[in-house]
Nanobody, 122 residues
Framework: QVQLVESGGGLVQAGGSLRLSCAAS????????MGWFRQAPGKERELVAS????????YYADSFKGRFTISRDSAKNTVYLQMNSLKPEDTAVYYC???????????????WGQGTQVTVSS
């Protein structure tokens, strides 16, 4: 049974940083794309970044290039999202997701975590 468990969210002031973690279990993810998405109140869910577990290649949606960094630690089966220079508009629930077919960065993603809240105060 695949499980994705996010952690690391919380309240941070504008300009601050947070690192989100996604602990993945239940199978080998070596052929998967792992993505971070977010959904702000009243808005659609959007892809933030994705990474190929096999070789670490990554993709960032334009809005997040330069501030956010996705990475993975194969030994810990964990994917990270380092978020710097946070802004109030980054306030959202952040989700980790796994795409078994890994054909495109945008999925579709097959498995989802429960999400972690990030709140950025001004």
């Amino acid at each position: 049974q695949v499980q994705l468990v996010e952690s690391g969210g919380g309240l941070v002031q504008a300009g601050g940083s947070l690192r989100l973690s996604c602990a993945a279990s239940g199978r080998s993810f070596s052929s998967y794309n792992m993505g971070w998405f977010r959904q702000a109140p009243g808005k659609e869910r959007e892809l933030v970044a994705s990474i190929k577990w096999s070789d670490g290649r990554s993709y960032y949606a334009d809005s997040f290039k330069g501030r956010f960094t996705i990475s993975r630690d194969s030994a810990k089966n964990t994917v990270y999202l380092q978020m710097n220079s946070l802004k109030p508009e980054d306030t959202a629930v952040y989700y980790c997701a796994a795409d078994a077919y890994a054909s495109t960065w945008y999925g579709p993603y097959d498995y989802w975590g429960q999400g972690t809240q990030v709140t950025v105060s001004s």
